[in-house]
């Protein structure tokens, strides 16, 4: 399987201090990876830097065979922050709709994305009047419309109740069976089991890149938060 992401001795400084130290990894194409780690290990920076919107002090990121950042990405990558970025005074559907628009796209592919996000019945709504799990969705739906080939998602799960996150990682499967590269970042392990590949970030270093049932055979434990905390003991261990 080709890799769709290449990163290469990627080295990021924000506010002065190194955030993203020297590191290298690649996203497999049409898989969900995982991007764990704990807060402020630099989980956003690195999408921040696949995405193109990221400052980088050295090293080199390639995305679906171009530079990250190039305009011929632009509508072949979506990216959805942990800040919704849809307008609050419009409604779920003029939303997704005034975003289909902008990749060429008709009413129907707004319909879709949206129901494929679980908001066809708040459809109607304002956006200023959702929940915080409803204006993640919609703003998911906003980014879905475009068909992009990489979908880049920061932490898409937060706030939502189990059964929409299931419901959620079953559309990222779907989505990946299709073809889509999808790297979603969390910091809730449970979720690392969802994923078809994990990397984890620990103070802006890769600490592993593997799949679930790699991190619990090297852990000698099932449970990924556990084998998590055993591979960062390691990594102490081995620094001190
Ligand atoms: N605008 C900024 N200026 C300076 N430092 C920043 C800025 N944004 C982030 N940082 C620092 O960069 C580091 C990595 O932050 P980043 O947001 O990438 O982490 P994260 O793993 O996504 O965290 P979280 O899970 O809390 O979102 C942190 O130490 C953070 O304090």
Redesign the pocket.
Do not use: A, D, E, I
């Given at each position: 399987m080709a890799d769709a992401v290449t990163v290469t001795d990627l080295v990021v400084e924000?506010?002065r201090?190194r955030?993203l130290h020297d590191l290298s990894c690649a996203v497999p194409a049409g898989r969900v990876t995982g991007l764990l780690?704990p807060?402020?290990?630099?989980?956003?920076?690195l999408m921040r830097a696949l995405v193109g919107v990221q400052r980088v002090r050295s090293g080199e990121v390639t995305v679906l065979g171009e530079p990250a950042g190039s305009p011929g990405l632009r509508a072949r990558v979506g990216y959805v922050t942990?800040s919704p970025s849809v307008y609050p005074d419009l409604s779920v559907r003029e939303n997704a709709r005034y975003f289909a628009a902008l990749y060429g796209r008709g009413a129907r592919a707004a319909d879709d994305a949206l129901a494929a996000v679980g908001m066809t019945d708040a459809a109607g709504q304002l956006v200023a009047d959702l929940s915080g799990g409803q204006r993640s969705r919609a703003s998911l739906a906003c980014a879905l419309v475009g068909e992009p080939e990489l979908l880049v998602l920061d932490e898409p799960t937060v706030g939502l109740d189990p059964v929409l996150r299931v419901d959620l990682w079953d559309r990222f499967h779907a989505l990946a069976g299709a073809g889509t590269t999808l790297v979603v970042?969390s910091?809730v392990m449970d979720e690392a089991g969802r994923c078809d590949r994990l990397l984890l970030?620990r103070e802006g270093r890769l600490l592993a890149d593997l799949t679930p049932g790699e991190l619990r055979a090297d852990a000698g434990t099932h449970d990924l938060e556990e084998a998590f905390l055993t591979l960062v003991r390691r990594g102490e261990e081995v620094a001190a």
């Open positions: 924000r506010g201090r955030v780690g807060s402020g290990s630099g989980k956003t920076t942990q970042s910091h970030l």
